[in-house]
């Protein structure tokens, strides 16, 4: 299951995008988004997001 980030708690920092291994995270109107489609369910992202931003699911 592909990745997910919160836009009401994503603050736009950028370093999910840095850390993602498949390019699935983009920036759309101020805030990071994961392509489900390219999402591979590696957790990277999650792991760098200093608001915890990002889930599973």
Known sequence: MAYK????????????????????????NDKRTIAEDSCVSCGACASVCPVGAISEG
């Open 5 to 28: 980030i919160n836009a009401d708690t994503c603050i736009n920092c950028g370093n999910c995008e840095g850390e993602c291994p498949s390019g699935a995270i983009s920036e759309a």
